[in-house]
């Protein structure tokens, strides 16, 4: 029986900024006080206490999933479920309301950030530390709500019961999500470079305190050039500037010997020069 006609995909992710940190240091010193080996307790601190805004925004997505869940059926293990096209209207319109309901929660809550720490900072004591906060932007990126609709798979098309309107919103939508998870991918392996050559150029760094020497080990060489090979696979649009980024780290790799990088002050300086100048060529 084909369902084609009578049913569509639907994807509903809603992420919420969890504001939980783990703090290594009250956990170290539960454990001393109590005489416990490693792993038996840690403590975690809720960076909003004293306020529930966030709580709220997170109880909110919980019950738009629990909905969208009682308005679908299941389809794939994750992701995806099965809309009946009789209560796309019904669905579509209580979505977009959710949604904007969601979005005016985050942005009230973004605005009374800076507030909301002030008041965490009220209820935590001595365990309050001003750098497990991250900025208003970073906070905002952990919020998200994602709704697409999709075709079932065996259809292939759009072929729905729903308005012509409808129908080409549902087309765009589907398109959007498409170059959102290309672009997604494609940050992906942008940041896996700029990770490499960050770390490389911290690695070789020389130490101002001379007493403390560094351990250089191969794979400071061989992770960079597994990670060239790996990129030209990964690079499925064809970024050219990914692709000048990671020719030169191949040619900055070309002929590199670690043993006269352990022993060559100068030999780490000219490769460090290098990895930064790649560095402060691209839009990371």
């Given at each position: 029986m084909s369902i084609t006609s009578s049913a569509v995909q639907v994807e509903m992710n809603i992420s919420v900024w969890t504001a939980n940190k783990l703090d290594r240091a009250a956990t170290d010193k539960v454990l001393v006080q109590n005489q416990a080996d490693n792993g038996v307790a840690q403590v975690r601190k809720n960076l909003m206490a004293g306020s529930r805004q966030r709580k709220d925004i997170a109880d909110f997505a919980a019950s738009c999933r629990l909905w969208h869940n009682v308005k679908t059926l299941p389809w794939m293990d994750r992701g995806a479920r099965l809309l009946p096209t009789s209560l796309f209207m019904e669905y579509k319109s209580e979505a977009n309301k959710r949604r904007q309901q969601f979005h005016d929660m985050v942005d009230q809550f973004l605005e009374d950030y800076p507030t909301l720490v002030t008041t965490a900072s009220n209820y935590m004591g001595a365990l309050f530390d001003p750098s497990d906060y991250p900025s208003v932007s970073e906070v905002e990126s952990k919020f998200?709500?994602?709704?697409?609709?999709?075709?079932?798979?065996?259809?292939?098309?759009?072929?729905?019961?729903?308005?012509?309107?409808?129908?080409?919103?549902?087309?765009?939508?589907?398109?959007?999500?498409?170059?959102?998870?290309?672009?997604?991918?494609?940050?992906?392996?942008?940041?896996?470079?700029?990770?490499?050559?960050?770390?490389?150029?911290?690695?070789?760094?020389?130490?101002?305190?001379?007493?403390?020497?560094?351990?250089?080990?191969?794979?400071?060489?061989?992770?960079?050039?597994?990670?060239?090979?790996?990129?030209?696979?990964?690079?499925?649009t064809k970024d050219p500037e990914l692709e000048k980024a990671r020719k030169q780290l191949e040619l900055t790799l070309l002929g590199a010997n670690m043993d006269t990088l352990k022993e060559s002050s100068q030999a780490r300086g000219e490769m460090k020069t290098k990895l930064d100048n790649i560095l402060g060529q691209f839009e990371w």
């Open positions: 998200g709500y994602r709704l697409v609709f999709s075709p079932v798979p065996e259809a292939g098309d759009f072929r729905l019961d729903v308005a012509a309107n409808d129908l080409k919103e549902m087309q765009q939508s589907y398109e959007r999500s498409y170059n959102d998870r290309i672009n997604e991918a494609m940050k992906d392996t942008w940041q896996r470079l700029h990770k490499q050559l960050t770390c490389m150029s911290e690695k070789l760094a020389d130490n101002k305190d001379d007493s403390v020497k560094k351990r250089y080990h191969d794979s400071l060489i061989t992770n960079a050039q597994e990670l060239c090979g790996m990129l030209t696979h990964l690079n499925i």
